[in-house]
């Protein structure tokens, strides 16, 4: 049969063997799965046979000069440079050796002074890996280099595009697909790949954690826990400044908001040093809450503060509110239940400078809402309404900060103007189809009123399958504040804006998932 050159299939002899190259929409069409496969990179090698496709003689390449041709005998040069040899299946301690194996991959060989000029062009076709130089020396002449080049994409002069091929021969660069027996070794090898290589076939593959500082956090699965040692030592291999991998062994549902862990690999220093929003912590992370994935979400509710404004942080932590707060001249009080909390808060309270303009307190959230808060409160609302500024209330504790609104019912015995209400920041799970409606309801009964239209609801981030975290925002209403209901009328101020149910937003950040 008769076919355009670009749809021939090409052969050459290579010993007893042959190797082809075929047309991908031919190849779905005549080759079986296995040599389907094989043809992914273009070649196939295989024992000549007689086929109805080919009746005649064989095709060659040997008038075809232009078509530099990389010679490949071994199959096995040819295999993915994403799969680490199969000997590493099923090992539980991790043996670096085991990943060594042979490839061949295609190379220009090109003067020495002229790799600068064409690695430019040639940047998208050169070899991308894990410790693998692009450019490496021509161990049979030092005038020359050899640029490795991507096998997927390059196995001979045809794969070059017209503007390559352009360049190439600008600088009268020998066309020829050369091969070239590189080593690879795990140091060439992503996380993702080794440990898809080692765990069963089929089985989900976690490369992904939570960064703190030096350490790794993970959650890893049940199938996944006797490989736990060799999966840490990757993560930590893979990850420049990772020293220790820990993984969780139970839920967060303890007072102080803390749970166990494992070392998998690294060192046992739990002691942290993070950077968000371009401040500085230290805590021990075995002891405290500490989630990266919120650093936007305090960021977020920070941007919404002014200088003036007070800020009570029911449940602080370390301090993620409450030193950003103090760093923008909000008056602050923290309060934290945990002492290893409370200690951190303090600690870096003076670390950034902020003691201060931050009161510190080491007591249940609510006691510290009907102590300190409430006494504190009672000064401010005369002085907000004068100065223009806000009050804002933060309670991050989605496991149960919703429960502690009640205490805010008939709080303060005195009235105070409409304008100085001060407006609470709730965090709250929700597993319902509909978490915003879900999170004001619950508000809503522990408020023991209605919140109409005066809130807004803000996704936080999504926890896990069906479970979401949620912050609703809204001013206390007089009613529920003060037990005194008559209001004082501040004529020189407006009232504060309604929020129309269309505007109650629901803001999706999935950056910190």
């Not at 020396?137 to 070059?160: A, G, M, N, Q, T």
């Given at each position: ?6 749809r021939?299939?090409?052969?050459r002899e290579?010993g007893?063997r042959?190797?082809?190259?075929f047309n991908k929409?031919w190849?779905?069409a005549?080759?079986s799965?296995?040599?389907k ?9 295989f024992?000549p ?13 040997d008038?075809?000069?232009?078509l530099g041709m990389?010679?490949?005998?071994n ?18 301690q ?6 060594q ?11 020495k002074?002229l790799?600068?000029?064409?690695m430019k ?7 991308k890996r894990p410790?693998l130089k692009?450019v ?9 280099r050899l640029i490795l ?5 390059i196995s001979?002069l045809e ?12 600088y009268?660069?020998?066309l020829q697909v050369r091969k070239?027996?590189l080593?690879?070794?795990y140091e060439?090898?992503?996380?993702e790949?080794i440990l ?8 989900d593959v976690?490369t992904?954690?939570?960064r ?5 956090h ?11 040692h060799?999966i840490g ?8 400044g990772?020293t220790s991998?820990?993984?969780?062994l ?8 803390n ?7 690294g060192?046992?220093?739990m ?10 912590y ?15 979400e305090?960021?977020?509710?920070v941007?919404?503060?002014?200088a003036?404004?007070?800020v009570?942080?029911v ?11 103090a ?6 009080m923290a309060?934290?239940?945990n ?9 870096n309270?003076?670390v950034?400078?902020v ?9 249940d959230?609510r ?8 006494d ?9 309404a004068?100065?223009r500024?806000?009050i804002?209330i933060?309670?991050?504790?989605p496991?149960?900060?919703i429960?502690?609104?009640?205490a805010?019912?008939q709080?303060l ?10 407006t609470?920041?709730?965090y709250s ?5 509909e978490?915003?409606k879900?999170?004001?309801?619950s508000a ?6 209605s919140?109409?239209e005066h ?6 981030r999504n926890?896990?399958?069906n479970?979401?975290m949620?912050c ?7 009613k529920?504040?003060?037990r005194n209901?008559?209001?004082?009328d501040?004529t020189e101020?407006p ?12 803001a ?6």
């Amino acid at each position: 049969m008769t076919l355009p050159l670009r749809r021939l299939v090409l052969l050459r002899e290579v010993g007893m063997r042959f190797l082809v190259r075929f047309n991908k929409t031919w190849a779905n069409a005549v080759l079986s799965t296995p040599a389907k496969k094989l043809t992914r990179r273009e070649w196939y090698s295989f024992t000549p046979v007689k086929s109805q496709h080919f009746p005649g003689q064989w095709v060659s390449t040997d008038n075809i000069p232009e078509l530099g041709m990389m010679s490949v005998q071994n199959p096995e040069e040819v295999i993915d440079l994403d799969l680490p040899p199969a000997a590493v299946r099923g090992m539980t301690q991790l043996n670096r050796d085991l990943f060594q194996k042979t490839v061949a991959l295609p190379a220009l060989k090109v003067r020495k002074e002229l790799i600068n000029k064409v690695m430019k062009p040639l940047r998208n076709v050169a070899i991308k890996r894990p410790g693998l130089k692009r450019v490496i020396e021509d161990s049979e002449d030092e005038i020359y280099r050899l640029i490795l080049l991507d096998p997927d994409k390059i196995s001979c002069l045809e794969s070059f595009g017209a503007s390559e091929r352009a360049v190439l021969k600008e600088y009268n660069v020998d066309l020829q697909v050369r091969k070239h027996n590189l080593i690879m070794t795990y140091e060439h090898f992503k996380s993702e790949e080794i440990l898809k290589a080692v765990l069963p076939v089929g089985q989900d593959v976690t490369t992904g954690f939570s960064r703190i500082g030096h350490i790794a956090h993970m959650n890893l699965r049940d199938h996944q826990l006797p490989y736990k040692h060799l999966i840490g030592q990757v993560i930590m291999d893979k990850n420049p400044g990772i020293t220790s991998v820990v993984n969780k062994l139970n839920i967060i549902d303890n007072t102080y908001r803390n749970f166990q862990m494992e070392i998998l690999a690294g060192e046992d220093n739990m002691i942290a040093t993070v950077k968000e929003n371009n401040i500085m912590y230290e805590f021990d992370f075995s002891k405290v809450y500490w989630n990266p994935r919120l650093s936007t979400e305090h960021g977020r509710i920070v941007d919404l503060l002014k200088a003036g404004d007070v800020v009570y942080d029911v449940f602080a932590g370390v301090g993620p509110f409450a030193i950003p707060a103090a760093k923008k001249n909000c008056k602050v009080m923290a309060n934290d239940l945990n002492p290893e909390s409370y200690k951190w808060l303090v600690h870096n309270c003076k670390v950034n400078k902020v003691n201060e303009k931050v009161q510190t307190f080491n007591l249940d959230g609510r006691d510290f809402i009907m102590g300190p808060l409430k006494d504190d409160l009672a000064k401010q609302t005369e002085a907000i309404a004068l100065n223009r500024t806000s009050i804002h209330i933060i309670m991050n504790l989605p496991g149960m900060a919703i429960e502690f609104l009640d205490a805010f019912r008939q709080l303060l015995e005195e009235p105070c103007t409409a304008n100085a209400l001060p407006t609470v920041h709730c965090y709250s799970f929700s597993k319902c189809d509909e978490p915003a409606k879900d999170v004001q309801r619950s508000a809503e009964h522990f408020l023991k009123t209605s919140l109409e239209e005066h809130f807004s609801v803000h996704l936080v981030r999504n926890v896990a399958p069906n479970k979401e975290m949620m912050c609703i925002s809204f001013k206390i209403p007089v009613k529920v504040l003060c037990r005194n209901l008559m209001v004082k009328d501040n004529t020189e101020e407006p009232a504060p804006k309604r929020l129309r149910s269309e505007d109650a937003t629901v803001a999706v950040d999935y950056s910190d998932l």
